[in-house]
C-alpha cells in the first residue's frame, strides 16, 4: 500500500510556495507519494516542482467538503507551512492521522505535532528553507538539499526562446523586475527610481535590460520605459506565464528585482539573484543557500541630509527568500509612499507582561482580514522586564505594520493617548494587553463597522484562567459585561475619540480612564452596539487566597 503524504502551503506569496517546497522533498524519506495543497495562483508554479507529485488547490470554499475530497485520497501525514484557522482545521476534519503545524497559535490544539518556528526564538540568520524543514523532521524526515527547484516545460522553453528572438534580438539580457504583486493597487510607485536603476545596470554591463511582470504590471513597465528612453532597456511584461519566466531566467545574465514570487523562480533556476529588501523588518542573511555560500548583503543606504530616508537592502543570493511568517506586510513598510488609510488599528499597553504579551501580539498578527487592511500599535510603558526582547521578537515576525512607541512609565490613559497619536486606522479597536482576539476578530469589527459607521462596537470577551487551556470560542452571557465602554474590546472611529480628546490623564488610578470615556461619548450623542462575533480570551486568574486584587 502506498503511503501518502500531503503538504499543505495555502498561504502567503507565490514564493512561499515554492520555497515550502523542500518539505515535500524531506517528506519523500518515508512517504511513497507527497501531494501538495495550495492556493490557485500557485498552482502552476508548484506543477513545475518535482518534488511534488500533484498539486491540489484550495480555492478557499466550503471546508467539509474539500476535506472530504482529501480524506478520500487516504493521506497519513500533513504538514501544514503557512497555519491559519482554516489550514489547521481542514487536516483534522478530513481525519488524517498525523497532522504537523506550528505551535503558540489558537487553533494549534488541531495539530498532533506542534512545531515552534525558530524566527519566534529570536534566530534572524538560519535560510528559512531550514527552518521549514523542521516540520519534516516532526515526522523523522530530512534532506541535506535545502535548495527549491523549479523545472521549466519544454513548451515554457519555446515560449521564452521567442521572446529572446522578437523582442531581445537574440542578445544577452539582464532581467529586471521592478513591481510586486502590490504594485498596480497603489497611487503612487517609484518609477522613476526603477528606470535610473535600468538604465544604470544597462550601461554598467553592457547587456539589454528586459524588463519583466505580469499582464496587471505593463502599465507600471511602461512608464519606466518612457522614463528612461533607452534602447537598451526593453519590455517583456505579460509575454510569458511562470513557466515561461522561469525559463527565461535561466537564460539570463542575472536577474534584480523586489521580493516577490519572480525572485524565487529566478533563484530557483539558478540564475544569479539579486533581491531589493525595502522592508526594515527583512533579513537578507536568511534567503542565502544554507550549505553553501552565504548572501552578500549591502548596508542600508544611509540618507542624504535634507532629503527624506529611504531603506533599501540588496542581497546577492541563487536561493529564494520568504520574509518571517507573514504575509504581507503592512503598508508602511512598502517601497514608495503611504497607501490608503488602513482600515483598523488594534491599540494596545503594556507594562511589565512579557510573559503574555508575545502570545496576545501572536494573535493580533494572525488576522484573517488582508495584512494591509490593519495595523498593530503598542504602547510600552516603561516596563522592566522582558518586554523588550519580545517586541523585537514580534518586529521580526509581524504580518501587518507594526508601530511601537515607547514612554516612561506613565499610566493607561497617557499610553493610551500615545497610541491614539500614532494611530492611521480608519477605526481604533482598544484591547489590553492580557487578550488573545480570535483571528477574525478585526473582520467582524470592521463587519459591525459597516454596518454601524458612527457607533462604538463592544465585542465579546471569554474569561480564561490561562492561554494554554483554552475552551471553544463560544460567548455566553456569563462572560457579558454592561460596560458601555470597555477597554478590554472596543472599537470606535478614530476621529471621534479625537474629537473628545482621548482619554484624560488625570486618573492615575487603572479602570476609570475608560468608564470616562464612555460617559464623555454618551453624552456627545455616539451610540454604542453589542457585537459579540468580534471575539476575545480575557486573561482572568483566579484571586489567591487571602489577596485582594489593586489597581
Known amino acids: 500500500m502506498t503511503a501518502r503524504a500531503l503538504l499543505y502551503c495555502a498561504g502567503g506569496g507565490l514564493g512561499d510556495s515554492l520555497v515550502a517546497s523542500v518539505v515535500a522533498r ?17 498552482r502552476s508554479t508548484l506543477e513545475r516542482v518535482p518534488d511534488v507529485d500533484e498539486v491540489l488547490v484550495d480555492d478557499g470554499g466550503d471546508e467539509t467538503r474539500l476535506a472530504e475530497d482529501l480524506q478520500e485520497r ?41 512545531v515552534t518556528v525558530r524566527s519566534e526564538l529570536g534566530d ?17 524526515c530530512d534532506t541535506d538539499d535545502s535548495a527549491p527547484r523549479f523545472v521549466s516545460t519544454a513548451a515554457d522553453g519555446e515560449e521564452a526562446q521567442r521572446v529572446v528572438r522578437d523582442v531581445l534580438d537574440g542578445r544577452e539580457f539582464m532581467l529586471l523586475h521592478p513591481a510586486n504583486a502590490i504594485a498596480t493597487g497603489r497611487g503612487f510607485w517609484p518609477v522613476q527610481g526603477w528606470a535610473a536603476l535600468a538604465s544604470a545596470l544597462a550601461e554598467r554591463f553592457g547587456t539589454l535590460v528586459a524588463l519583466s511582470g505580469t499582464k496587471a504590471d505593463e502599465g507600471i513597465v511602461h512608464e519606466i520605459l518612457a522614463l528612461t528612453k533607452d534602447p537598451a532597456v526593453r ?66 543606504i544611509r540618507a542624504v541630509p535634507g532629503r ?10 541563487r536561493e529564494p527568500r520568504r520574509r518571517g511568517h507573514r504575509r504581507s506586510r503592512g503598508g508602511a513598510h512598502r517601497l514608495g509612499t503611504r497607501a490608503a488609510m488602513t482600515r483598523a488599528t488594534i491599540q494596545l499597553c503594556t507594562f511589565n507582561r512579557a510573559r503574555l504579551l508575545e502570545r496576545v501580539l501572536d494573535a493580533c498578527f494572525e488576522q484573517t482580514v488582508d495584512s494591509g487592511a490593519y495595523e498593530v500599535v503598542l504602547v510600552n510603558d ?9 517586541i523585537e521578537r514580534a518586529r521580526e515576525r509581524a504580518t501587518c505594520s507594526f508601530a511601537v512607541v515607547e514612554q516612561a512609565n506613565s499610566g493607561l490613559a497617557k499610553g493610551r493617548n500615545a497610541g491614539i497619536a500614532r494611530a492611521s486606522g480608519e477605526r481604533i ?16 469589527h470592521l463587519r459591525a463597522h459597516d454596518r454601524h459607521p458612527k457607533a462604538i462596537v463592544r465585542g465579546g470577551a471569554i474569561d480564561v484562567q490561562n492561554f494554554d487551556d ?43 480612564e475608560d468608564i470616562d470615556v464612555g460617559l464623555r461619548l454618551r453624552a456627545g450623542g455616539v451610540k454604542a452596539v453589542f457585537h459579540p462575533a468580534a471575539l476575545v480570551y480575557h486573561y482572568k486568574p483566579r484571586p489567591r487566597s487571602g489577596t485582594s486584587r489593586r489597581w
Not at 524531506?26 to 500557485?42: E, I, M, N, S, Y
Not at 525595502?278 to 542600508?300: I, K, L, V
Not at 516603561?382 to 519580545?390: C, I, W
Open 26 to 42: 524531506a517528506l519523500h524519506q518515508k512517504f511513497d507519494r507527497v501531494d501538495a495543497l495550495t492556493l490557485p495562483g500557485h
Open 74 to 114: 487516504g493521506y497519513v501525514a500533513s504538514v501544514v507551512t503557512w497555519a491559519t484557522s482554516r489550514t489547521a482545521r481542514v487536516p483534522q476534519l478530513a481525519k488524517i492521522p498525523l497532522r504537523v503545524g506550528q505551535a503558540r497559535r489558537l487553533y494549534s490544539f488541531r495539530f498532533t505535532n506542534r
Open 124 to 140: 534572524v540568520t538560519t535560510p528559512w528553507a531550514e527552518i521549514l524543514l523542521d516540520y519534516a523532521r516532526a515526522l523523522g
Open 235 to 300: 519590455s517583456v511584461a505579460g509575454l510569458t506565464g511562470i513557466g515561461g519566466f522561469g525559463a527565461l531566467a535561466q537564460r539570463a545574465k542575472a536577474f534584480v528585482g523586489i521580493t516577490t514570487g519572480p525572485m524565487h523562480v529566478a533563484a530557483a533556476v539558478g540564475a544569479p539573484t539579486v533581491g531589493i529588501f525595502p522592508f526594515q523588518t527583512d533579513y537578507p542573511e536568511r534567503w542565502g543557500r544554507a550549505a553553501r555560500a552565504r548572501p552578500s548583503c549591502a548596508r542600508p
Open 308 to 317: 527624506r530616508k529611504r531603506r533599501v537592502r540588496l542581497c546577492l543570493h
Open 382 to 390: 516603561g516596563s522592566t522586564d522582558g518586554t523588550a526582547e519580545v
Open 429 to 444: 479597536i482598544f484591547i489590553d494587553d492580557d487578550v488573545l482576539p480570535l483571528p477574525n476578530f478585526v473582520e467582524e
Open 470 to 512: 483554552l475552551p471553544p470560542a463560544i460567548w455566553s452571557l456569563a462572560n457579558y459585561s454592561g460596560n458601555f465602554f470597555w477597554t478590554t474590546n472596543v472599537s470606535l472611529p478614530l476621529v471621534t475619540m479625537r474629537a473628545i480628546g482621548g482619554f484624560d490623564e488625570s486618573f492615575a488610578e487603572y479602570g476609570w
